[in-house]
């Protein structure tokens, strides 16, 4: 358990630390505008914060106390907004295709927001070795019947036969100081959710993980 909340907890936590030192910075230059958006920005990661150690603590329970309809747009819109320094930072964009028509997921939204930011900031640091003009995250969902799959592909190396069998077992990780808890965590969440997330290399390079969920 504490394994997971350090895991969960880090994005915002992080984030929560930057915006602190920027609004020190904004009010030592006396930009009084943007010293109150850091601030503000500061008190949402604390309230993210706070939130997901109490979905995370219902999630162990195995009750779903936020359960609601959620549109997939706002969700990855959510997620993008958090990541935004991380993407300037890794000198990459996003391009989002979801259709307006697309109908929602029932779920809960605090649990499907950390499962997509987890999926997208894995596709942004696979992009590292990539040249700074294909560093394109691909999100894009669609209908298949009473099902949403949502799509978050990267233009990295793929992942490779020797790790594709344990990218979803506990404690395993390519990445130096990881946890190997993510993806773990994202399939987990979607399983709760009568969901699945799935992944494969895409033609021409890179992964896409496809998170299938019910409609509402």
């Not at 549109?71 to 991380?86: D, H, I, K, M, N």
């Not at 696979?126 to 592909?153: F, K, Q, S, W, Y």
């Not at 969440?189 to 496809?210: C, D, K, Q």
């Amino acid at each position: 358990m504490a394994l997971t909340l350090a895991h969960e907890l880090n994005q915002p936590l992080t984030a929560l630390t930057n915006f602190a030192s920027a609004a020190k910075a904004f009010a030592t230059q006396g930009n009084q505008p943007m010293l109150v958006s850091s601030l503000d920005e500061t008190m949402t990661q604390a309230q993210r914060s706070a939130e997901i150690v109490g979905r995370i603590r219902g999630f162990v329970r195995q009750r779903t106390a936020g359960v609601q309809d959620c549109l997939v747009a706002p969700l990855v819109t959510t997620v993008l907004t958090l990541l935004q320094g991380e993407m300037r930072a890794r000198q990459a964009r996003a391009a989002v295709r979801i259709p307006e028509s697309l109908g929602s997921v029932r779920g809960d939204r605090v649990l499907l927001e950390q499962v997509i930011l987890n999926l997208v900031l894995n596709g942004l640091q696979a992009m590292d070795e990539t040249p700074v003009e294909g560093r394109v995250l691909e999100i894009d969902a669609a209908a298949c019947g009473a099902r949403v799959h949502i799509h978050v592909a990267d233009r990295g190396p793929g992942i490779d036969d020797t790790t594709a069998d344990q990218v979803f077992t506990p404690f395993f990780t390519t990445k130096t100081g990881g946890l190997g808890l993510g993806l773990n965590i994202c399939r987990t969440i979607a399983e709760s959710h009568r969901g699945n997330l799935t992944f494969a290399n895409r033609p021409g390079g890179g992964a896409v993980f496809t998170l299938d969920l019910e409609c509402s």
